[in-house]
Nanobody, 117 residues
């Protein structure tokens, strides 16, 4: 089992920057991919950014160039630095991790980010 706890959600003005953090605990030595997903009300969860243990990253097209995902394997944390935030970035953001060898996924409880214009 892996436990994930997000922090850093809140109210942000459009155009500003904000950082989300996620701390993991439990079977952290088996964590492979970590990432951030977001969910709009009534919509399915969508991938925002992911990062492998070796640092390979992938971004959703709409955030590429504005968001930066980073990971500290020694502290078992993953962060999402969001710049030039827009109202359409308003969503609940979830931390994600999967473990080897099963690739079983785990989710945090989510943290709300609201961008005001």
């Amino acid at each position: 089992q892996v436990q994930l706890v997000e922090s850093g959600g809140g109210l942000v003005q459009a155009g500003k920057s904000h950082t989300l953090s996620c701390a993991s605990s439990g079977m952290v030595s088996r964590i492979d991919v970590m990432g951030w997903y977001r969910q709009y009300p009534g919509k399915e969860r969508e991938s925002v950014a992911t990062i492998t243990r070796t640092g390979d990253t992938k971004y959703r097209a709409s955030v590429d160039g504005r968001f930066l995902i980073s990971r500290d394997n020694s502290k078992n944390t993953v962060s999402l630095e969001m710049t030039n935030l827009q109202p359409e970035d308003t969503a609940r953001y979830f931390c994600y991790a999967d473990i080897l060898p099963s690739f079983r996924g785990f989710w945090g409880q989510g943290t709300q980010v609201t961008v005001t214009s």
